[in-house]
């Protein structure tokens, strides 16, 4: 039995000519971290609304732990239970403290418990020094932790995630990314996290699913996703890409890669070299511009009538020619 099964969901609002979500299926285990990403308006949202039984679906079925999720129109208050959703604007009490709204949940249960759980769930979610302060004293990250354990309260099974990271800086949402993996795995949870930051994807993720126009185009590791991409569109999705076609890539190896059967060859800016290596492939260009990242120079290179884009570990002046090199396994055939 399956943790979690969606076969063949369709879902389309009045008014559009396109449905939201079209035909998709998937399934996730128990305890596993699942993350949709795609472009704004490709159906990640309305998916998180379906399994989390907020909306209705047109077609399809979707089973939780062996059971079919119910028409939210069937029910009194919408929703699964074990299903709980984090929402984009957390849904916090502002005239309540972190305490109270962490027990606001539990207040049909007896005092020790309200107070055992309060207590347990302001450590998991690293909480305890903010206990007394109302949510708009605490910071971007503080508030996102309480509307999780807000919700880690009313103990599902499955949390539902809609772009819970969105907001923050990047020291911030880095620390949290971390903070919320260790919450979910150590509290024995599952998670199905809606982003459009790739990076949140594969830093968090079992599973990751690429949504575009309402299909679920790809739905793989984050290391198959990144590494091998179903579509150019995927694959430019993750990173700065180049793209070739396959006689391009013959010419700059000059033995046969068994890659004519390919349209197009991708190489990461990132899998170039500045050294070369026993088997890389050698490219030769001139240098179009630099431009400092932080960690890395990303460079535009001329390399005969095409531009293409590399990392370096530091800056190169315009106009100097340089010699780069590419592991033939980093090259992605589509």
Do not use: W
């Not at 150590?186 to 594969?202: E, Y």
């Not at 179009?288 to 095409?306: D, E």
Request: charged share 25%; proline share 3%; net charge neutral.
């Amino acid at each position: 039995m399956k943790f979690l099964k969606v076969d063949k969901v369709s879902k389309a609002y009045s008014g559009n000519e396109k449905p939201a979500v079209s035909d998709l299926a998937f399934s996730m285990k128990r305890g596993e971290i699942v993350s949709f990403v795609g472009a704004s308006g490709s159906g990640k949202s309305t998916l998180l609304k379906l399994i989390g039984g907020l909306i209705s679906l047109d077609k399809g079925t979707i089973h939780f732990q062996g059971k079919e999720i119910e028409e939210p129109e069937n029910k009194l208050i919408p929703g699964e239970e074990g299903i709980k959703m984090v929402f984009q604007d957390l849904r916090l009490m502002p005239n309540h403290t972190v305490e109270e709204n962490i027990k606001y949940p539990l207040l049909l249960f007896d005092k020790g418990y309200q107070n055992d759980r309060t207590e347990e769930l302001l450590g998991v979610c690293h909480l305890q020094a903010f206990r007394k302060r109302l949510p708009r004293e605490l910071s971007g990250g503080q508030q996102q932790r309480l509307a999780l354990a807000k919700t880690l309260a009313e103990e599902p099974e499955l949390l539902l995630m809609d772009e819970p990271f969105s907001n923050l800086d990047p020291i911030v949402k880095s620390k949290l990314i971390v903070d919320v993996s260790e919450i979910i795995r150590n509290q024995g949870l599952s998670l199905i996290m809606v982003t459009h930051d790739t990076q949140d994807a594969l830093m968090l993720s079992d599973k990751i699913g690429f949504m575009s126009e309402g299909k679920l185009v790809q739905y793989a590791s984050p290391l198959n996703i990144y590494n091998k991409p179903k579509s150019i569109d995927i694959a430019a999705f993750f990173g700065t890409i180049n793209i070739f076609d396959s006689h391009e890539v013959q010419q700059f190896s000059g033995e046969n890669l068994e890659i004519a059967e390919y349209q197009r060859i991708v190489i990461r800016a990132e899998s170039f070299r500045t050294s070369f290596e026993s088997g890389m492939l050698k490219l030769e260009g001139v240098v179009q511009g630099s431009f400092f990242k932080g960690a890395k120079y990303l460079i535009r290179l001329k390399v005969g009538n095409r531009l293409v884009t590399m990392y370096a570990n530091e800056m190169i002046k315009n106009g100097v020619r340089i010699k780069f090199y590419v592991d033939r396994h980093n090259l992605v055939a589509i």
